[in-house]
């Protein structure tokens, strides 16, 4: 089984034989919970691609620190795989943003879509952002990347519709759409934006100004997919191309 992963807010500079010490949240559910123990390997990385690998020496209360015995980077990729995931009743657009995290997802962006069942109010968006972020850091940590995906700022439609018009390529995932995504070549380098509708699917309206920003309606089969579900294998679809 592979380390576990625990993440830490800066990692400084360490080489090999230092130690680095995990404690705050993190090294009490490291110790309290997960029951770490000394001589136990482990990872803990700063959530931005850098991490350090090595085992437990010194274990208190609710913090341990490890030897550093491999320093960690985890480059960048020359396509940036961006999801914008409509909101959705229940938990399912944080299932979602889940599954896309363990996928391979660089960021992740809340869509405001005009049949979205749930809303986010002003005074919702700052609690909705706190749960999403905090979903793909633990999905992260469970799927061991060293770098979390990014959760921007909600966008409406017309905001959405910006983003495609700058990206490499921009899919949308649309039931009745004649192509599928299988037939869609994969940029080089670049941002490819998938698009994920709510349950009740995209808007005429939306989709033309989606469409007319430069985005590509595309089809996942013969099925019709939950939204919890259709964007993740997208993302594998595409990843394996």
């Known amino acids: ?38 001589g136990e390997q482990l990872v803990i990385a700063d959530g931005r691609g850098r991490g350090v690998r090595g085992a437990v020496v010194e ?17 960048t990729r020359q396509v940036r795989w961006v999801a914008a995931q409509a909101l959705a009743k229940g938990d399912r657009d944080e299932l979602a943003i889940e599954m896309l995290t363990e996928t391979g997802v660089d960021e992740v962006i809340p869509w405001q879509a005009s ?3 749930s809303r986010w109010g002003a005074d919702r968006v700052e609690r909705g952002l706190t749960r999403w972020r905090s979903t793909v850091r633990e999905a992260a940590k469970q799927s061991r990347r ?11 439609t017309r ?35 998938v698009i994920i509708g709510p349950e009740g699917g995209i808007a005429p309206g939306e989709l ?16 019709v997919l939950r939204t919890s579900t259709a964007g993740v294998v997208a993302l594998a679809a595409l990843r394996l191309r």
Do not use: Q
Not at 62 to 73: D, H, K, T
Not at 208 to 223: H, I, K, W, Y
């Open 1 to 38: 089984m592979s380390d576990a992963v625990f993440l830490i807010e800066e990692l400084g500079t360490p080489a090999i034989g230092d130690r680095v010490r995990l404690d705050g949240p993190e090294g009490r559910h490291a110790v309290k919970v997960r029951r770490i123990r000394a």
């Open 146 to 156: 060293l770098r979390v995906p990014e959760v921007a700022d909600p966008l409406d």
């Open 208 to 223: 033309e100004l989606l469409t007319g920003a430069g985005g590509r309606a595309v089809s996942l089969g013969d099925t």
């Open 59 to 75: 274990l208190d209360a609710g913090a341990l620190s490890i030897e550093v015995a491999e320093v960690l980077v985890e480059p």
């Open 159 to 193: 905001r959405l519709a910006g983003r495609v018009a700058t990206a490499a390529r921009a899919l949308i995932l649309h039931e009745e759409a004649g192509e599928p995504i299988g037939a869609v070549s994969v940029p080089d380098e670049g941002e490819v934006l």
């Open 115 to 117: 049949r979205s069942i």
